[in-house]
């Protein structure tokens, strides 16, 4: 049977000072030894208490065969992990590729078989839409931040990695939902020093009112997927064979989150 832990009502103390300090006892009930009550009590207390980070355990007494008196200590952390530098913010609105078979308008056409129906499809062949690659607008951000060891715990780390590949599901950063996609983040320390926490992201601005060929009112967010369906059909000025667009989709191609999780505010 696991180890209960309860807090006591009685002795906790906290000192408010230029060096605050605070004391909680606990109560361990069903452990089997020093060990189990050692790993009952971390994995119940936490290891935040309010702006004071975890310290000490401290076993005091052995009150029966199974039942512990413990004494939990938190206080400021290290002055490295307090004096931690700000922030940092940087963006690249150097833009992303991506494969288009569709114009957004047809300038010019020439030679007598130039069909007006093709409606903006590119690259046509005589068989298939061939496309183009093209610069669209991608805005590219990352934030560097300082936390403390109590912040970056196993279960963050993996909060992080299940939010990677991501899409907003609430307003991030002045962006809409399903403009902004999470790539993940990176973390490195060095001794005694704050977690250096490096989150990567990229944006793109959602859509309305498209127009591929005659269909309209089309409407994408910036991290769904649009694709054309061409179908035969015959120009019947120049009595050539064409392919037209006959329908567009818009595909969810990645999942939606509580960007909230990473902690870094709104």
Not at 106 to 124: D, Q
Not at 129 to 135: F, M, R, S, Y
Not at 187 to 196: F, I, M, P, S
Request: hydrophobic share 40%; aromatic share 10%; with cysteine.
């Amino acid at each position: 049977m696991a180890a209960i832990v309860q807090e006591l009502f009685a002795g906790r103390t906290e000192t408010v000072s230029d060096k605050p300090k605070a004391e909680i006892p606990y109560i361990v009930m069903q452990a089997v030894d020093e060990a189990d009550v050692k790993a009952a009590v971390f994995a119940a207390i936490p290891s935040v208490y309010g702006f004071l980070i975890l310290r000490s355990v401290t076993i005091d007494e052995r009150i029966n065969s199974d039942t512990w008196k413990v004494t939990v200590s938190y206080d400021l952390p290290e002055p490295s992990q307090q004096e931690a530098p700000q922030p940092v913010f940087s963006f690249d609105t150097g833009g992303g590729t991506q494969h288009i078979t569709q114009s957004r308008q047809t300038v010019a056409r020439y030679g007598p078989a130039a069909s007006e129906a093709l409606g903006g499809a590119i690259g046509y062949d005589g068989e298939n839409v061939a496309g183009v690659d093209i610069t669209v607008p991608v805005y590219s951000f990352s934030e560097l931040h300082y936390l403390p060891d109590a912040l970056v715990t196993p279960a963050y780390k993996g909060t992080l990695f299940n939010l990677t590949g991501t899409v907003n599901n609430a307003p991030f950063r002045l962006l809409n939902a399903g403009e902004c996609l999470f790539l993940g983040a990176s973390g490195t320390k060095r001794g005694q020093d704050a977690w250096e926490m490096t989150y990567k992201f990229a944006a793109q601005p959602n859509r309305f009112n498209l127009q591929v060929g005659t269909i309209t009112a089309i409407a994408k967010k910036g991290w769904e997927y649009l694709w054309v369906q061409y179908g035969d059909d015959v120009d019947p000025t120049a009595k050539v064979l064409i392919k037209k667009p006959i329908a567009v989709y818009v595909e969810q191609v990645y999942d939606s989150a509580n960007f909230a999780l990473l902690g870094l505010g709104p």
